[in-house]
């Protein structure tokens, strides 16, 4: 098997929580930052992991543990040849800037595995790097960054990995992926550091169902500004989670979403999740970008491909873009 080398990508929630469980189990993993200041901090301090599912307030002892990792920034990061990408990253950091960057650093055997919301992002990675063997890959992991080098692990969730759909056809093609050995050789380094993680032969399925369930929770607790678990406390809310999810849904079936109880799934998510704000409204919080173009406008662009209109999602995209900056 060829020599694999891990680097994370992003220091946010998640990458703080795969670079800090990865460190921590002794399989070495370089983050890579957006900063120097946050690579400068965790340099010295390390990546501290707060187990938060049982909650974070004042009577509840969260258990906590803190790895050395070596951290860089993303304009210094250099990558050898066999170096597998986390990438941890929104859809809104993937610029024309950041995806030249990474053609620039990346040698030519490497393969990018993307924990990216959304999709379309496997389209611009693979249009940027030609060469690179692409991976998606689906977590329900919940994580909350609460500081340049912390992280409140807030929801033990699972993770699927496998082939990476491009979405511009119908039905989805599939990008060039690692070979099997590379593939399992990630599996197993995830499942050394504490996750969960299956590999799946059918990532087209597993996308469209997070997508289906970030397309609802996302916006509507972003517009109301409310945590998850509220979402589905009136009847007017369940409407609106209602008719959002039946216009989706509709159209996610003609991409390979098969028929099932994703219903159940979504107000199983909200249930699981009550305490959290989506990562959609943290960004409407902050004064951030949303990723509301890679989630509802995506659909509302899977559905023109099939000659459809999809109004619903389409107002949704335009009411949470005239809240925030995108």
Same mark, same amino acid.
């Given at each position: 098997?060829?020599?694999?080398?891990?680097?994370?990508?992003?220091?946010?929630?998640?990458?703080?929580?795969?670079?800090? /469980?990865?460190?921590?189990?002794?399989?070495?993993?370089?983050?890579?930052?957006?900063?120097?200041?946050?690579?400068? !901090?965790?340099?010295?301090?390390?990546?501290?992991?707060?187990?938060? +599912?049982?909650?974070?307030?004042?009577?509840?002892?969260?258990?906590?543990?803190?790895?050395?990792?070596?951290?860089?920034?993303?304009?210094?990061?250099?990558?050898?040849?066999?170096? #597998?990408?986390?990438?941890?990253?929104?859809?809104?950091?993937?610029?024309? %800037?950041?995806?030249?960057?990474?053609?620039?650093?990346?040698?030519?055997?490497? #393969?990018?595995?993307?924990?990216?919301?959304?999709?379309?992002?496997?389209?611009?990675?693979?249009? $940027?790097?030609?060469?690179?063997?692409?991976?998606?890959?689906?977590?329900?992991?919940?994580? &909350?960054?609460?500081?340049? #080098?912390?992280?409140?692990?807030?929801?033990?969730?699972?993770?699927?990995?496998?082939?990476?759909?491009?979405?511009?056809? @119908?039905?989805?093609?599939?990008?060039?992926?690692?070979?099997? =050995?590379?593939?399992?050789? !990630?599996? %197993?380094?995830?499942?050394? #550091?504490?996750?969960?993680?299956?590999?799946?032969?059918?990532?087209?399925? &597993?996308?469209?169902?997070?997508?289906?369930?970030?397309?609802? @929770?996302?916006?509507?607790?972003?517009?109301?500004?409310? &945590?998850?678990?509220?979402?589905?406390?009136?009847?007017?809310?369940?409407?609106?989670?209602?008719?959002?999810? =039946?216009?989706?849904? $509709?159209?996610?079936?003609?991409?390979?979403?098969? =028929?099932?109880?994703?219903?159940?799934?979504?107000?199983?998510?909200?249930?699981?999740?009550?305490?959290?704000?989506?990562?959609?409204?943290? =960004?409407?919080?902050? $004064?951030? /970008?949303?990723?509301?173009?890679?989630?509802?406008?995506?659909?509302?662009?899977? +559905?023109?491909?099939?000659?459809?209109?999809?109004?619903?999602?389409? /107002? !949704?995209?335009?009411?949470?873009?005239? @809240?925030?900056?995108?």
């Amino acid at each position: 098997m060829r020599e694999t080398k891990i680097a994370v990508a992003g220091g946010g929630s998640l990458g703080l929580l795969l670079a800090g /469980k990865l460190n921590a189990a002794g399989c070495p993993a370089e983050l890579w930052t957006r900063t120097e200041d946050q690579a400068r !901090i965790i340099e010295r301090d390390g990546i501290t992991v707060i187990d938060g +599912a049982g909650g974070a307030d004042a009577t509840t002892v969260n258990a906590a543990m803190t790895a050395a990792v070596k951290a860089v920034p993303l304009e210094k990061a250099a990558a050898p040849s066999g170096t #597998a990408v986390l990438l941890a990253m929104k859809q809104t950091a993937l610029t024309p %800037s950041f995806v030249a960057r990474l053609k620039h650093m990346l040698p030519e055997e490497h #393969a990018i595995v993307a924990f990216c919301n959304g999709i379309g992002h496997f389209d611009k990675l693979q249009a $940027g790097l030609p060469s690179a063997e692409l991976a998606a890959a689906v977590t329900t992991e919940a994580a &909350r960054r609460s500081g340049p #080098a912390e992280v409140a692990h807030t929801g033990k969730g699972q993770i699927w990995l496998g082939q990476a759909p491009l979405f511009a056809a @119908i039905p989805p093609t599939y990008a060039k992926s690692p070979d099997h =050995d590379r593939m399992q050789y !990630i599996e %197993s380094r995830l499942i050394q #550091a504490g996750f969960t993680v299956s590999m799946s032969n059918n990532m087209t399925e &597993r996308m469209l169902r997070k997508l289906l369930i970030n397309a609802v @929770i996302n916006p509507l607790t972003a517009l109301l500004r409310i &945590r998850n678990g509220e979402l589905t406390s009136t009847p007017e809310r369940l409407s609106l989670m209602r008719q959002l999810y =039946d216009e989706t849904a $509709g159209i996610l079936r003609e991409y390979g979403l098969k =028929d099932g109880s994703h219903w159940d799934e979504l107000l199983h998510v909200c249930a699981r999740t009550a305490s959290n704000h989506s990562s959609m409204l943290q =960004d409407i919080l902050a $004064g951030r /970008k949303t990723e509301i173009d890679a989630i509802n406008g995506a659909v509302v662009s899977l +559905a023109a491909n099939l000659g459809r209109q999809a109004p619903w999602n389409d /107002k !949704i995209t335009r009411m949470v873009k005239s @809240i925030s900056d995108g």
